[in-house]
């Protein structure tokens, strides 16, 4: 099986790009984003810092954190849609994001 990946021509590199995040998806017409990640940068301050800006630009996100890094064919297939219950799979598929940490 060949798998074709359209990445987007636009991207954001260097100090303040993660800023850049939510109007570089209205600049793409991405209203609802899907992010795929591993579950290390998951449970990462890297995560938090890109879904906090999601969240104050009021972008609906879900995230499937369930893969690996450099993703196999299989994995991917795993991604087309959600399952069928939340509740069999509730640490893969997320609605917007976990709670967030006390602030100190």
Same mark, same amino acid.
């Given at each position: /099986? #060949? $798998? /074709?990946? @359209?990445?987007? *021509?636009?991207? +954001?590199?260097?100090?303040?790009?993660?800023?850049?995040?939510?109007? /570089?998806? +209205?600049?793409?017409?991405?209203?609802?984003?899907?992010?795929?990640?591993?579950? =290390?940068? =998951?449970?990462?301050?890297? =995560?938090? *810092? +890109?879904?906090?800006?999601?969240?104050?630009?009021?972008? #609906? !996100?879900?995230?499937?954190?369930?893969? #690996?890094?450099?993703?196999?064919?299989?994995?991917? $297939? @795993? @991604?087309?849609?959600?399952?069928?219950?939340? +509740?069999?799979?509730?640490?893969? !598929?997320?609605? *917007?994001? *976990?709670? $967030?940490?006390?602030?100190?």
């Amino acid at each position: /099986m #060949v $798998a /074709m990946i @359209t990445t987007p *021509r636009l991207m +954001a590199v260097g100090g303040g790009a993660l800023g850049e995040l939510p109007g /570089m998806l +209205a600049r793409l017409s991405l209203a609802r984003p899907l992010i795929v990640t591993d579950p =290390f940068l =998951f449970s990462s301050d890297h =995560f938090d *810092r +890109a879904t906090g800006q999601l969240d104050r630009a009021g972008v #609906v !996100w879900k995230v499937f954190s369930d893969t #690996v890094p450099d993703p196999t064919t299989a994995v991917v $297939a @795993t @991604t087309r849609s959600p399952p069928k219950s939340r +509740a069999q799979d509730r640490h893969s !598929w997320q609605s *917007r994001r *976990r709670p $967030a940490p006390a602030r100190r």
